[in-house]
């Protein structure tokens, strides 16, 4: 090494070697957006605690709280895929609507109550989904119209064509052996549906962070320039995505089938702005490149968690609405700081960032 | 010997303008060549067109004395070329250990890497090895490239292409937005690179910077190249003078000397 550092020269032109791996942990932990909206949900839920006690914090409250985020939970890892390559699902609400209707249709046509019924119920609405998922993605890779566009596009479509199919009226052949599933299963102490979701996020979790598919979701949200520079195929990426995005949708129709008992052809208008806002207020960026499956099982906790504590406390539900719009527009707007903050080079910048930072007891230069 | 990459007679069109005018190219082994001209004289062009990112009209390539066509970036990778553009191409939001096996994972053994699973740790240590032999300033292997001074970036950029290089890297405005001490490492890094046997492309506004480090001089002006030059005992002045047009007479002369 011939660098010569002279004096006043900025750390830049210093060969350090990695910092102590606990206290990086520390810093990068002080910096996640989802670690801070966990301390939000943990306040709200000790809020709650304290004010209603062992009424709301109680096993049957969190195992009620756990079965209505059930879907959206499946939804949420492909939508949380979706956005970490900076795209958007409009559509994975109607894209349910329609699975559901395809798999009740189908189960209807094989008749009986029996799991072999289900099965190809399953298998219909999983296939379903993954078909709009990858038209989606194929207009939006190959054809390159916008993601917001291309969904908003199949949100109106899918929906339509569930209601062709069944002039409007909900299906209710259900086979029982899909609605006891729901009722009466439970597995390792959690309620079937829930421990679907949760089956679901560990291996959307373990894809996005440990795998290749999940790496390339990644650089392609944050430089698809340089990915395809680096040999990426990133049209085929994005219509993978885009088609894990509809397979979810596809099994969160089964999961809904299951819940009600009916298809929910009029239910699911705002599902994917749901879905997509617990994304989002678990630190995924809308802009791409960033984010958690962690993240957004938080951000599905938080609305969960309001709606049935405001019920408990005895105010209006009607509050829990007004409560996540304004965590959302914080989220986004911490998020945007921080990334201001790190085009400008500082890696810790925004009000909670700064607090983080004297926590975690930075050593000073 | 036949040179390790030579361009004979590139040209490309874009409708009416002559990006590439006949265009000639030569580069040894181990030899640090700087490619210079004025804006649009075509140097981006050469480089794109000789790296498989831009098909030509007309014009061959040879590769260590054989024809060759290259068709993709992906097939140049595979003969050992590999470039640093301008703007970097890293992803700001991963850390350079991921920037620079993107693309190239090294799979875990077994059932796990068929499944798509990495091998992070061996991809840590192989990127730790590669900063380390060029005497990186790279700090932190776990923060986001994003975080980065453009110096590191640079640095992280030019560390991935040298491992994936085993026969040339092109360098396209490499210190353009660097300061001083910076601009030093590049030039530094890239005589090491040199010392490795790896040939060097390196595109510059940069008269001093090229004559520091360079060991011929390519000039192009309006799409052709219009002299080569050692850059032993040519002068700031010459090489303007040859990228103007102004000295075409002298330059020729001194080309002949050269050759």
């Known amino acids: ?365 | 010997m036949a040179p390790l990459l030579e361009a004979r007679g590139l040209s490309r069109s874009f409708g009416h303008v002559r990006a590439l005018d006949d265009a000639s190219f030569d580069i040894e082994a181990g030899e640090v060549v700087a490619l210079i001209g004025d804006n649009g004289a075509g140097k981006s062009t050469l480089v794109k067109a000789l790296t498989g990112n831009l098909p030509v009209d007309s014009g061959e390539l040879y590769f260590e004395g054989a024809p060759v066509i290259i068709h993709t970036p992906h097939q140049a990778s595979e003969m050992g070329m590999e470039v640093v553009y301008q703007d970097l191409a890293l992803a700001p939001h991963l850390n350079p250990v991921q920037n620079m096996f993107l693309g190239r994972e090294i799979p875990r053994k077994g059932l796990l890497g068929s499944l798509g699973f990495m091998d992070e740790k061996q991809m840590r240590a192989k990127a730790e090895a590669g900063f380390a032999e060029l005497g990186g300033t790279v700090r932190s292997f776990s923060a986001p490239v994003g975080a980065m001074s453009g110096g590191q970036r640079q640095q992280i950029a030019i560390v991935r292409a040298i491992s994936w290089a085993d026969k040339i890297v092109f360098l396209d405005e490499p210190t353009a937005a660097l300061g001083v001490v910076q601009t030093k490492n590049v030039l530094d890094t890239i005589k090491r690179v040199r010392d490795k046997g790896i040939a060097v492309v390196l595109i510059s506004h940069s008269m001093p910077h090229v004559l520091q480090v360079a060991d011929r001089i390519q000039i192009m002006r309006l799409g052709t190249r219009v002299a080569t030059m050692p850059a032993e005992g040519t002068t700031v002045e010459q090489l303007v003078g040859a990228m103007t047009g102004a000295l075409d007479s002298q330059t020729v002369k001194r080309k002949e000397k050269a050759s």
């Open chain 1, 1 to 365: 090494m011939s660098v010569i550092t002279p004096p006043g020269q900025a750390p830049d032109q210093q060969v350090v070697i990695e910092p102590p791996a606990r206290q990086s942990y520390l810093r990068r932990a002080a910096n996640l957006q989802s670690v801070w909206i966990l301390g939000v949900l943990v306040v709200i839920i000790a809020a709650f605690s304290a004010a209603a006690g062992t009424k709301f914090l109680s096993t049957s409250n969190f195992s009620l709280i756990s079965q209505n985020i059930a879907v959206w939970a499946v939804l949420g890892v492909g939508m949380t895929f979706v956005i970490i390559t900076s795209g958007i699902d409009l559509s994975i609400g109607s894209v349910l609507v329609f699975s559901s209707v395809i798999a009740a249709k189908i189960m209807e046509s094989v008749g009986g109550d029996g799991w072999s019924t289900a099965a190809a119920g399953i298998g219909g609405a999983l296939v379903s989904g993954i078909a709009w998922g990858a038209l989606n993605g194929f207009l939006i890779a190959k054809a390159k119209i916008p993601p917001l566009i291309v969904t908003l596009g199949a949100l109106s479509v899918a929906l339509g064509l569930a209601q062709v199919l069944t002039g409007g009226i909900d299906i209710r052949s259900v086979p029982e052996s899909l609605t006891d599933f729901n009722t009466y299963i439970k597995i390792a102490g959690i309620p079937a549906l829930p421990f679907v979701a949760l089956i679901v996020l560990i291996i959307g979790g373990i894809v996005l962070h440990k795998t290749k598919f999940g790496r390339y979701t990644y650089a392609v949200g944050s430089n698809e320039l340089g990915a395809r520079r680096v040999g990426i195929n990133v049209d085929r990426h994005l219509i993978q995505v885009y088609a894990l995005s509809g397979a979810c949708a596809g099994l969160g129709a089964v999961l809904a089938l299951a819940q009600f008992g009916t298809t929910t052809i009029a239910g699911q208008s705002l599902t994917n702005l749901n879905v997509i806002a617990a994304v989002v207020i678990g630190g995924t960026s809308i802009f791409g490149g960033e984010g958690s499956i962690f993240g957004t099982v938080v951000g599905l906790f938080i609305p969960a968690v309001l709606q049935a504590g405001f019920v408990i406390v005895g105010v209006e539900a009607f509050w829990q609405g007004v409560a996540v719009g304004s965590v959302l527009v914080a989220a986004v707007y911490v998020d945007q700081s921080r990334r201001a903050a790190a085009l400008r080079g500082s890696s810790r910048p925004s009000l909670f960032a700064l607090l983080g930072a004297k926590k975690a007891k930075e050593p000073s230069r």
